[in-house]
C-alpha cells in the first residue's frame, strides 16, 4: 500500500494562526507563543518525510505540540516569576486596525491573534492563578472546544482528569468575574479619566475610582514603576496626579487594549505605558499598567496622534 503524500508548506502554514492563538491564551505572553509555536514547527520539520506523511491530522499534531511545549513553560513561569522584579501582568494585545500598517514584510504574532472575551486582561489575570494543567484543560475545553478524550493526550492525564482540571478552572473564572458596561460606556468613563489625570484633577479621579480599585503595575526592574499592589480609589488617584506632574510631556491616547477601552502613555512618539482596565457600572475596579519595554514591542508602530 503507497504511503499518503505529505501536507504541502501552505496547509501546515496555515494552522500558525490557531496555534498562536491557543499559545497566547496559555501563556499570557505573545513571546512566548510564538517560540512555542516555532518550536512546535521545527519539530515537525525535524522528523522525516515519511513519518511526516504518516500523521493522519498535522494540524492535531502540530495542537498537541504546542500545547505540550506551553504547559513545559508554564511550569517553568511559575519558578522565573517569583524572581520577577515587581509585579508580573500578562503582555498586553493591541488592536492593529487602530494603527498605520506595519512595514513591509514585518511579521508580529499580534497580526495573528483573534481579539474575543479571552484575551481580555482580567480573564487572563485570572487564568494567571491556575495551576500549568487546570489553564491548559480549560482553555483547550472551554475556550477552543476540544474534546477530553485530546486534552488528556496533550496533558498526560485521563480524560476524567482532564474533566475535573477544566471545572476548577471554570470555578476560579466564575468566582472572579464581574458584569461589565457596554464598550461605549467603558470608553467614556476612561475617557473621563484620561481628561481628569491629565488635568490633575484628583476629585473627578476619586470619582471614577471605586473606592476598593487596585492598581498593578509591570516594570519587570527594567523601567522605574512603583512595585507594590495600590489599593483604594482614592490612594491610586493621588498616585496618578503625582505621576503626571514628572512626566508633563506624556501624550495619553485612548486604545483597545485586550478588547477593551484601555490607554496608551507616549513620550516622543515610543510608547512607555499600557494600561488596561476593569469597571463595574460606571467606576473603575482594576488599572493593570505594563511598563516593562519587553512587552511593548508589538506597540512599537502606534500612532502618535490621540
Known amino acids: 500500500m503507497s504511503t499518503p503524500p505529505e501536507p504541502g508548506p501552505s496547509l501546515i502554514d496555515g494552522e500558525r494562526r490557531h496555534l498562536t492563538n491557543l499559545a497566547y491564551r496559555l501563556l499570557g505572553s505573545l513571546t512566548e507563543a510564538e517560540d512555542a509555536v516555532q518550536e512546535a514547527y521545527a519539530r515537525w520539520y525535524a522528523i522525516t518525510e515519511r513519518r511526516r506523511a504518516a500523521v493522519e491530522s498535522p494540524a492535531a499534531w502540530l495542537t498537541t505540540v504546542v500545547g505540550r511545549i506551553c504547559l513545559d513553560v508554564l511550569g517553568s513561569a511559575r519558578v522565573r516569576r517569583e524572581r ?20 513591509p514584510g514585518a511579521a508580529d504574532p499580534a497580526d495573528r491573534v483573534t481579539v474575543d472575551d479571552s484575551v481580555d486582561m482580567a480573564f487572563l ?20 472546544r476540544y474534546s477530553f478524550p485530546e486534552i488528556a493526550g496533550i496533558v498526560g492525564r485521563t480524560p476524567a482528569a482532564c474533566r475535573q482540571l477544566a471545572s476548577s478552572g471554570r470555578r476560579r473564572v466564575g468566582a472572579h468575574r464581574r458584569p461589565a458596561p457596554p464598550a461605549p460606556r467603558q470608553a467614556s468613563v476612561l475617557r473621563d479619566f484620561k481628561e481628569a489625570w491629565q488635568a490633575g484633577d484628583i476629585k473627578t479621579l476619586v470619582a471614577l475610582l471605586d473606592p476598593d480599585a487596585v492598581m498593578t503595575a509591570d516594570g519587570g526592574g527594567l523601567v522605574s514603576t512603583v512595585r507594590r499592589t495600590i489599593e483604594g480609589g482614592q490612594d491610586i488617584a493621588r498616585y496618578l496626579t503625582y505621576i503626571a506632574g514628572l512626566s508633563p510631556d506624556l501624550t495619553l491616547l485612548e486604545r483597545t487594549v485586550n478588547g477593551r477601552p484601555g490607554l496608551v502613555a507616549q513620550r516622543a512618539g515610543a510608547t512607555v505605558t499600557v494600561a488596561a482596565f476593569g469597571l463595574t457600572e460606571d467606576r473603575i475596579t482594576r488599572i493593570w499598567a505594563v511598563r516593562n519595554p519587553e512587552k511593548l514591542r508589538p506597540w512599537t508602530h502606534t500612532p502618535t496622534h490621540p
Do not use: C, N
Open 125 to 144: 489575570v485570572v487564568l494567571e492563578s491556575m495551576t500549568p494543567a487546570e489553564r491548559v484543560a480549560f482553555v483547550l475545553h472551554d475556550v477552543f
Open 84 to 103: 520577577y522584579v515587581g509585579e508580573w501582568i500578562p503582555e498586553p494585545l493591541p488592536d492593529r486596525t487602530q494603527w498605520p500598517a506595519a512595514p
